[in-house]
């Protein structure tokens, strides 16, 4: 089917691990974000990509690198995991104006 | 302060009442997404507009660009409305452009 994947859907880590949440889209979509989701404050993005081979920061980048090799993929990285960073995490799509969502990963960082 | 404005945070509802939950937008908009989430779940893209009304079943919304404000309708509401709504605008013109987002409404309709 069409559309945002995400994975994984949970994950937990330890403070100073590092790990990859994949995002996938076949749509053929230019803007792909990442978001993270906290309690009291909506959805805040993380980077965005207008295309293949650039990327751009969001409101809260630090701690996370992005990088878009490929029109489909738009994976972020956390280099070293920090309990600051337990949130949910949402890849998202977009074209004109239309946007489509992953299912979210729901991350733990001890 | 906030580009994206929504009203009221919580709302709770008896199963059939008519809900309204509001979006005010300090930004030039090209459209505007109100979106869905069940507890636990992923979020869903209910509604783009960019003028006027949209309707499908229960769910209605509208927007005046003018007055910067859209609004999501639910009629006889069910309890698998339950949900947090959100609502996020793409500023300015182009579609490369990010979302803004609303703090979102959590729903609760009792039966």
């Known amino acids: 089917n069409a559309g945002v994947t995400q994975t994984p859907k949970f994950q937990v880590l330890k403070t100073g691990q590092s790990m990859t949440l994949q995002c996938a889209q076949d749509?053929?979509?230019?803007?792909m974000s990442w978001y993270r989701q906290d309690p009291g404050m909506g959805l805040r993005l993380i980077h965005y990509s207008v295309g293949a081979g650039i990327t751009d920061q969001g409101e809260v980048p630090n701690g996370y690198n992005v990088s878009r090799s490929t029109t489909e993929d738009f994976p972020l990285r956390l280099l070293s995991a920090a309990p600051s960073q337990t949130s949910v995490y949402f890849c998202?799509?977009?074209?004109?104006?239309?946007?489509?969502f992953g299912q979210g990963t729901r991350l733990t960082v001890v | 302060k906030n580009e994206v404005e929504q009203s009221p945070q919580n709302l709770t509802a008896q199963e059939g009442e008519f809900i309204t939950i509001n979006c005010s937008y300090s930004v030039g908009i090209s459209a505007l997404h109100w979106l869905q989430q069940h507890p636990g779940g992923g979020i869903v893209s209910l509604f783009m507009l960019s003028s006027g009304k949209k309707k499908h079943g229960r769910l209605i919304a509208t927007i005046n660009i003018q007055e910067k404000h859209s609004s999501l309708h639910i009629t006889a509401s069910h309890p698998r409305d339950s949900a947090v709504y959100i609502c996020?605008?793409?500023?300015?013109?182009?579609?490369?452009?990010?979302?803004?987002f609303g703090e979102g409404t959590q729903l609760t309709v009792n039966p």
């Open positions: 749509m053929n979509h230019e803007y």
């Open positions: 996020a605008a793409p500023p300015g013109e182009t579609s490369g452009s990010r979302l803004t």
């Open positions: 998202a799509s977009r074209h004109n104006a239309e946007a489509f």
